[in-house]
């Protein structure tokens, strides 16, 4: 055979393992939409399956995500898929965490083929320095109590893995988890179908001499948490502070101003918002201002 065709026959040969190449590696990596996005499937939405993870899609602003903490705080920040954890590793729980919730995610959420609570456990994060493990919880007396909760992150299996990261939990008092602040969370739900998207802050008020559980004895317990909304379609916020215990009166009765939540903490929330227009939104509380929820008893 003369040179010139074995030439020609190996560059066939070649173009063809590189054109098989090309399609295993498709197969391997695959595509997804992200649920963030409510426009129709495009390059520009969608991300090769080996990124899922931590990874965070905004469908708006991210950087109403973004909390200012005190110098002091020990923080590292954990960008997951749906979720912005602030962690503090030394004692052991989340100074805060934020995501957003879009109605298209809610009604995912609540949707048949949503996920199911039952199918997940909650783990470890070990890339997190100063995480616990799930059994660190076990026999202290508190549940582990989501700071996103799972009916938020019913919509996608990633993001409901995730919120089940022990980076997301805090000691709660069960008749406190389970009952008005349950109540809270179920209206922050509700209110994302009318309000189409909605900012949420949630996280631990932290004291001193806080009480510590876990093999170590190095896990606080925080004795109030805080929850901030805000929806930037309506340009109005709200917040809720609640004792880490049963709490007797209606989850309305604990809603208070960012402002106070900030007074409490020493966070800046919606930083990146205008001054002007933060100043107003963060002074106001008026529970008639968002639709009308009434939980189940």
């Not at 004692?91 to 298209?104: D, G």
């Not at 949630?202 to 317990?221: L, Q």
Request: aromatic residues 12%; charged residues 30%.
């Amino acid at each position: 055979m003369k040179k010139k065709q074995k030439r020609s026959i190996y560059y066939v040969l070649a173009a063809i393992l590189l054109a098989l190449a090309g399609y295993h590696g498709y197969q391997k990596n695959g595509f997804y939409k992200s649920a963030y996005n409510d426009e129709l499937p495009s390059e520009e939405n969608t991300v090769s399956k080996q990124d899922e993870g931590k990874e965070y899609k905004s469908t708006g602003d991210a950087s109403l995500l973004d909390v200012k903490l005190p110098e002091r705080l020990d923080n590292e920040t954990v960008h997951y898929k749906s979720i912005v954890v602030y962690f503090n590793k030394h004692y052991r729980v989340p100074n805060c965490v934020a995501y957003e919730l879009t109605n298209t995610m809610t009604s995912m959420a609540d949707s048949r083929d949503a996920e199911n609570r039952a199918d997940y456990k909650f783990e470890r994060d070990y890339d997190v320095k100063g995480c616990p493990d799930w059994w660190d919880y076990k026999d202290s007396g508190y549940t582990r109590g989501h700071m996103a909760p799972a009916m938020d992150m019913r919509w996608d299996k990633t993001a409901m893995a995730q919120c089940f990261l022990m980076t997301n939990i805090c000691p709660q008092v069960d008749e406190m988890n389970d009952g008005e602040w349950r109540h809270v969370e179920e209206a922050v739900h509700n209110w994302s179908r009318k309000a189409g998207r909605l900012v949420v802050i949630t996280g631990p008020i932290f004291s001193n001499d806080m009480e510590r559980i876990g093999k170590h004895g190095d896990i606080a317990v925080p004795e109030r948490f805080f929850k901030v909304v805000y929806s930037p379609n309506q340009n109005r916020a709200i917040a809720f502070v609640m004792e880490n215990k049963g709490m007797p009166n209606s989850w309305t009765n604990y809603a208070t101003t960012i402002d106070k939540v900030e007074a409490l903490t020493g966070y800046d929330f919606l930083a990146s918002l205008e001054d002007n227009v933060e100043d107003v939104i963060e002074s106001k509380q008026n529970i008639k201002d968002w639709p009308a929820y009434y939980p189940r008893r």
